[in-house]
Every structure is written in C-alpha cells, then in structure tokens.
C-alpha cells in the first residue's frame, strides 16, 4: 500500500503541498486532481523520492520510497520524457535496465506491449520518426515496462485518439486487475469518472474535495434533471430551488438544489405534452469540481 502522511513542501517560503494526505491500495486506481498549480507534480515528484518533502511520511509497503524501490515504480509525465534519437528498442533497454531489468525481458516485455498497442513496425523505428500519438503509447510503454507495483499516471491519454484512448484503459484496468496501485491525474472529468473510485482534489496545495466518488455525488445535494418533451420552461424556472433550465440536444436539463425540487418540476412537466423522458441524475464530477474548486477545469 501506498501511504502519504501529512505531508507539506515549501519552495522556500512558498508552501505548494499543504497537509496532505491519502492512500492507495493495490488493485485501485486513485484520482489525484487539481487545476494548474494545485500542488499535484510536487506531489508526485515526493512520492517517486525526486523530491523530499518539508514535513511528512510517505510509505510504500511499510518503508520510505528511496532507490531501492524505484524499479517498482512507473511514471508517466505530462511532458514527453523520451530520448528521441534512440529507437523504440533501444530506448526500452535504456529504461528497463535503469529498472534493474534483463535485457532479454526487457525486449521480451516490449515485444508483448508493441503488439498489444498495435505499434509492433516501430521497434527498431527513431522515436522522433514516429506520430506524437505514438510517441505517446511509446512513453506509456516505457512507465510500464517493469510492471510497476506503483503507477503514476500523469495525462495518460493526451494526444490519442478514442481507439487507441480504449487500448490504454484497456491495459490500465488489467495492471489495477493484477494487483498494481494506480495514480491517475487528468484533467478530463469523464475519463476520471470511469477510472477512480476513491479521488482526492487539491487547491492551492490543499485538499478541498476528497473520499469515495459515489459517496461525494450522492452528498452532493445539487441534482439535473433530464426531460425530454413538450413543457412550460418558464413555468419550471419559476420554481424555488430550479438554478437553471437549458436544452441540450433534444432533452432539457434542469438544475436543481436538492432533491426536494423534483416533486415540483414533476407536477409541472406532468401537464406537458410528448413527455418520454424524466430522468433525475447525479450531477457530474466537473460540475462538483467546478463548485468546489471555484473554477473551471479545462485547460
Ligand atoms: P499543473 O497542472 O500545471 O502541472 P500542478 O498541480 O502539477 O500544476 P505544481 O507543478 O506541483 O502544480 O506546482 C505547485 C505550485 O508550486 C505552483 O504554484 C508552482 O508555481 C510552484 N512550484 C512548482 N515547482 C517549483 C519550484 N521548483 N520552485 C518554486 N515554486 C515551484
């Protein structure tokens, strides 16, 4: 198990990680999310042992995370890492053997990963000859060559296209299956949403939003209803506790503060005409996020 203890980090006096603390347990993938600047890479940069923090414990297995336990890790950075003269091959035995990897599993282990991703032509291809999608599932391959026991996932899908987005949480899910402890941080609400059941959400180095997704919308009180039909839109934006009424394609979307709201939209809808939908759902995690965070997400 991953364990993060009260852990604070200055750069001088300037305290980017404040308090933190968290735990993943192997088999689960945990959402660690926060708007630009929350703390999140100084946070990362703490537990792969790149960065010491100001105060604090962090614990993988029971033991501080030093170079011993390193080729148990893998990190996947939002930045490209690669060293792009390099083929594919070679760069795979450059990381594999810093892992205390073979080389012959290493290739072995690459061969399998090529294949799985549909990439297995450009193993002895120069990175820098390759797609920027490609390049991605090539650094995607490189953080799990060592089928780390600890995952950090930083953007994981930023440049591929929905194919291959399938073909990565494909193999993240199988790692979370098999036992790896996963870190996933993205800026893409629905892929979090998918992905994590636990989740912690960091403003200015500071939790603000933490626990059991399913448990954090259904405490969430704001609720949408979905309606789909002919009805009086401003009869129902009159109703106290209805925050908003918009169209989203075919269906209507309204808003509303607790759950005590949807007895009076349904008496209202009810005198509508063609009503075929009337759906009442969890808010979305960008929309608690937004809330919680006071701003928006996207980048
Ligand atoms: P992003 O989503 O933009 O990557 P982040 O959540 O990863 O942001 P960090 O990079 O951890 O955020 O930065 C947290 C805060 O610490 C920011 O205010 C940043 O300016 C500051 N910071 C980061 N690295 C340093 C450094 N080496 N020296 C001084 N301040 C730093």
Excluded: W
Excluded at 13 to 27: H, R, T, Y
Excluded at 127 to 142: P, R, T
Excluded at 220 to 237: A, L, M, Q, Y
């Amino acid at each position: 198990m991953l364990k993060v203890s009260h852990i604070k980090k200055y750069y001088d006096d300037f305290l980017a990680v404040d308090d933190l603390s968290f735990e993943v347990k192997p088999g689960e993938i945990f959402g660690l999310l926060g708007v630009n600047g929350a703390g999140k890479t100084t946070t990362f940069r703490m537990i792969i042992g790149l960065l010491e923090p100001s105060s604090g414990k962090i614990t993988l297995d029971g033991k501080p995370i030093d170079y011993s336990v390193t080729d148990k890790i893998g990190f996947l950075t939002e930045e490209r890492s690669l060293l792009t003269k390099l083929t594919v091959l070679e760069q795979a035995i450059y990381y594999g053997v810093l892992k205390g990897m073979k080389e012959e599993d290493i290739e072995r282990r690459l061969d399998e990963l090529l294949e799985k991703f549909k990439i297995a032509d450009y193993k002895n291809k120069k990175i820098k000859e390759l797609s920027k999608g490609n390049q991605q599932k090539v650094q995607f391959i490189m953080a799990i060559i060592n089928n780390p026991k600890l995952l950090i996932l930083d953007e994981p899908f930023s440049g591929l296209d929905p194919f291959n987005v399938e073909l990565f949480k494909d193999e993240i899910k199988e790692m979370a299956s098999n036992g790896s402890m996963i870190i996933f941080s993205s800026h893409r609400m629905e892929h979090v949403e998918l992905f994590c059941k636990k989740l912690i959400v960091l403003k200015n180095g500071k939790s603000v939003l933490e626990g059991d997704l399913k448990e954090i919308k259904h405490k969430f009180r704001k609720k949408n209803i979905i309606i789909s039909g002919e009805v009086d839109t401003e009869e129902i934006k009159k109703i106290k506790g209805v925050i908003s009424v918009n169209k989203n394609n075919l269906d209507y979307e309204v808003k509303i503060a607790d759950e005590s709201v949807v007895d009076l939209v349904f008496k209202v809808v009810s005198k509508g005409k063609n009503i075929t939908k009337f759906l009442v759902e969890e808010p979305s995690l960008n929309e608690i996020f937004i809330e919680k965070v006071g701003e928006t997400y996207e980048k």
